[in-house]
């Protein structure tokens, strides 16, 4: 069984439409991460959370927000999609505080 | 903050030919480096990482990579590409500033030919 898995896999929605994306993990770490992957752009963080009580922004985060439900499941919303929010997206988690991190196998996203 | 460069957008390369995928970061000290692979449709695949130490690293899958701090870079190598290394290639750098967090290069999408 994968390690960390997102549901779901692929999503078509229209402008405007509120959306969740799922993550969850059994790899009993504490910090999880979620990221957006255009082309030509590599990998951008948009929110991150270090622990159930602890949620930050990262560099893209508006349009967006996040709920960390519990250590293993953290779970990104997109409160009314536009088309630019077409993207790939992956989860990511973390233990120890060296950056190592195991990704999800992503959720790819369409807004038309 | 740090920064990372992928100068190659696109690489092809012959079966059996040596891949040499560049990295060159920003930082005022050593960072934490990475390279992951991401095969079409899937997701992000750790490679290697340095941390400290032997500035020559190998990983999984045949491949390694050099920390040459003078010029900031950590160059991805393998002597021989097979077909099944056609992906996109990330590099990424953590730093303690930065509780680690990781900042990614634009990727290098490799392309492996006959």
């Known amino acids: 069984d994968a390690d960390v898995t997102q549901t779901p896999r692929n999503r078509i929605t229209k402008t405007g439409k509120r959306i969740m994306l799922e993550c969850s993990q059994t790899?009993?770490?504490?910090?999880m991460y979620w990221y957006r992957q255009d082309p030509g752009l590599g990998l951008r963080l948009i929110y991150y959370s270090f622990d159930v009580k602890d949620i930050n922004k990262g560099e893209i985060s508006d349009g967006y927000s996040v709920s960390r439900q519990a250590q293993a499941k953290f779970s990104l919303s997109l409160e009314s999609a536009i088309p630019n929010q077409t993207a790939l997206y992956f989860c990511?988690?973390?233990?120890?505080?060296?950056?190592?991190?195991?990704f999800g196998p992503g959720t790819r996203l369409t807004v038309l | 903050a740090q920064s990372v460069t992928q100068p190659d957008i696109h690489i092809t390369v012959s079966e059996g030919a040596s891949l040499e995928l560049r990295c060159n970061y920003s930082y005022g000290a050593t960072p934490y480096l990475f390279w992951y692979v991401q095969s079409p449709g899937q997701g992000l695949q750790l490679l290697l990482k340095?941390?400290?130490?032997?500035?020559l690293v190998q990983g999984i899958k045949g491949f390694e990579a050099e920390f040459k701090r003078s010029q900031s870079s950590f160059n991805l190598r393998k002597p021989s590409v097979h077909w099944s290394d056609a992906a996109e290639y990330f590099c990424?750098?953590?730093?303690?500033?930065?509780?680690?967090?990781?900042?990614f290069g634009a990727g290098t999408t490799v392309t492996v030919r006959a």
């Open positions: 790899k009993g770490h504490d910090r």
């Open positions: 340095y941390f400290s130490g032997d500035t």
């Open positions: 990424a750098v953590g730093v303690p500033s930065n509780d680690y967090k990781l900042s």
């Open positions: 990511a988690t973390s233990d120890f505080n060296n950056g190592l991190q195991f």
